[in-house]
Every structure is written in C-alpha cells, then in structure tokens.
C-alpha cells in the first residue's frame, strides 16, 4: 500500500467507533438468548434429578433438602452451558441467564448454589 493510501486509512480510523469493546471497563451486552449462569426456581423442582443425568459434563447435583424441597448446586468449572438441563427439566426449574461474569481466581468458589 502507498503511503498515501496509509495515511487515508490511518486518519478514516481516527473518527471511526472501534470495533473492539473495552471490556470490563464497559459492560458486555450478551443479549437476551446467550446461555450464562444457570437460575434454579427452587419452587418449581421436584427432585426428578434428569438434569443431572443429561448433563454432559456432571455439572449440576440436585440434592433433597427438606420435604418436597431440592437445592441446585452448579460447579461452574465444568459447566460447558450447553443448556441441556434447561431444555430436560420437565419443570421449568432451570434457566439461563446472559450472566458470563463467572471467572474464580478460587478454584474452591467454582461451586456455587444456584
Ligand atoms: S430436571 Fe428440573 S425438576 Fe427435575 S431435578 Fe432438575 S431442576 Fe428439578
Ligand atoms: S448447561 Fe449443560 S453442562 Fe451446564 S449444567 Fe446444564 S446440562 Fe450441564
């Protein structure tokens, strides 16, 4: 390329938007579709546990709690959020979020109740 032609790309550049965004100074914009963290309507389970056993990577555990009463506990490390839990439950119970804000420097944290 001439440098004159540089120069033209050079100063267009100069007033153009980036393209790029300056992640984690400015929020991401992950849209209402992207599969993040998972949410547990604890309401709405019934201790079915399919999800456990359709989840791909033993991500998710279902444990009973209480009489007619499960918690759901996520190990965010092994969570490839393929979303299969959300489309098994029968329920409803499960759903992702746009949330992709999940990284530990604590590998004890990775597990995290839902
Ligand atoms: S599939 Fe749904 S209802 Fe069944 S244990 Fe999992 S979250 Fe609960
Ligand atoms: S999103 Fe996929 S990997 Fe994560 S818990 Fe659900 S089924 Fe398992």
Redesign the pocket.
């Known amino acids: 390329m001439q440098p004159g032609k540089i120069l033209n790309v050079v100063l267009r550049s100069l007033f153009k938007k980036p393209v790029t965004s300056r992640y984690p100074a400015e929020k991401l914009d992950m849209g209402d579709k992207y599969r993040g963290k998972l949410k547990f309507y604890q309401e709405l ?7 456990m056993r359709d989840c791909p990577s033993n991500a998710i555990t ?1 444990k009973k709690i209480g009489e007619k009463q ?1 918690s ?1 506990e996520l190990d965010l490390g092994k969570c490839i959020y393929c979303g299969q839990c959300v489309d ?4 409803k ?2 759903e992702a979020t746009n949330n992709v804000e999940l990284a530990q420097l604590d590998y004890s944290k990775e597990r995290v109740v839902l």
């Open positions: 389970c019934i201790g079915c546990k399919l999800c279902i499960f759901a098994t439950c029968p329920k119970a499960l």
